[in-house]
């Protein structure tokens, strides 16, 4: 599958010097998960993602 699977979603205006998106991103890439950051535009906020479809993949 060559969709993207959204594992989490945060506002973009969060405290400043505050990374809620990268931190959640990171701890699932130490689970072994490609996960990644990308700002949707339209709802304003950060998705953390994984491309596949699949969180497990």
């Known amino acids: 599958m060559n969709g ?3 594992l989490e979603r ?3 205006g969060g405290p400043r010097g505050s ?3 990268e931190e959640f991103a990171q ?3 130490l689970e072994g998960q ?6 949707d535009l339209t ?8 491309r596949g479809g699949a969180a497990g993949e």
């Not at 490609?34 to 700002?39: D, G, H, I």
């Not at 709802?43 to 994984?50: A, Q």
Request: hydrophobic share 70%.
């Open 4 to 6: 993207r699977m959204v």
């Open 10 to 12: 945060f506002p973009a």
């Open 19 to 21: 990374w809620p998106a």
């Open 27 to 29: 701890a699932r890439r």
């Open 34 to 39: 490609a996960a990644e950051v990308v700002m």
């Open 43 to 50: 709802t304003d906020m950060f998705l953390v993602i994984v």
